[in-house]
């Protein structure tokens, strides 16, 4: 079974830009997680997805958005592109309930802000 | 709030030995746990998991211990090889299986060392 894919791997952007991120979780399952990955803060929770619907949101500005289409398949868009945006971006699926809690990660997109 | 934290930044042993990598919590409410393996530029590789109602769990040389009472828990790997040098991060899920949806909470990490 094909693991959690990202897309792009690597993309570098200037400040003020917006950036869309795609992510297609490992076949079957139904729930996607966004996180941030940064040295100083470590692995940061942005927003959960299952059935098109978002769940739960971790503490990011309006400028992080997300969304999930029927096919399971998520974008997370960042708008206003800042410095500190800089990071890895990591999505990770689950099968859904009952077992929603078992994540497996994707390789990440690396988002470079000049 | 739920954080997860390590005791240490780093580890270093030789090809081998045993490893140890301990995790404190301060959510009593967390009642599943997960390690992750992560290598240079890839995503957090599943380890393996343990919920609060287990003491302890092993895998293929691996075993993780949950102690409750002091809100501490470690992973052990056996026979550590140059495979197995990463940075290890333990991740608490608050109220599993309820509302947390998808949210992990993640500590800092370990950096493994492993010396030929």
């Known amino acids: 079974k094909a693991g959690v894919t990202q897309t792009p791997r690597y993309l570098i952007k200037t400040r003020g830009q917006q950036v869309t991120l795609s992510c297609s979780p490992i076949s079957g399952h139904r729930s996607v997680s966004w996180y941030q990955q940064t040295p100083g803060q470590g692995l940061q929770f942005l927003f959960e997805?299952?059935?098109?619907?978002?769940?739960n949101k971790g503490n990011f500005p309006g400028r992080f958005s997300g969304r999930q289409f029927s096919n399971s398949r998520s974008e997370m868009n960042v708008s206003t592109l800042e410095l500190g945006d800089s990071a890895l971006y990591l999505c990770?699926?689950?099968?859904?309930?009952?077992?929603?809690?078992?994540?497996?990660f994707g390789p990440g997109t690396r988002l470079t802000v000049l | 709030g739920e954080s997860v934290g390590l005791h240490l930044p780093t580890l270093s042993v030789q090809e081998g030995d045993n490893s140890i990598i301990n995790c404190a919590y301060s959510n009593s409410a967390s009642d599943y746990f997960i390690w992750y393996k992560q290598e240079s530029g890839k995503g957090p590789q599943f380890i393996i998991d343990i919920r609060s109602n287990m003491d302890k769990r092993q895998g293929q040389r691996v075993t993780v211990l949950l102690n409750k009472t002091v809100k501490h828990l470690s992973l052990q790997i056996a026979a550590t090889q140059p495979g197995d040098s990463a940075v290890y991060f333990c991740?608490?899920?608050?109220?599993?299986?309820?509302?947390?949806?998808?949210?992990?909470?993640f500590g800092q990490g370990t950096i493994l060392t492993v010396h030929p």
């Open positions: 991740a608490g899920v608050p109220n599993a299986g309820g509302t947390s949806y998808g949210k992990l909470t």
């Open positions: 997805y299952f059935s098109e619907t978002q769940r």
């Open positions: 990770a699926s689950s099968p859904g309930p009952p077992l929603t809690d078992t994540q497996y």
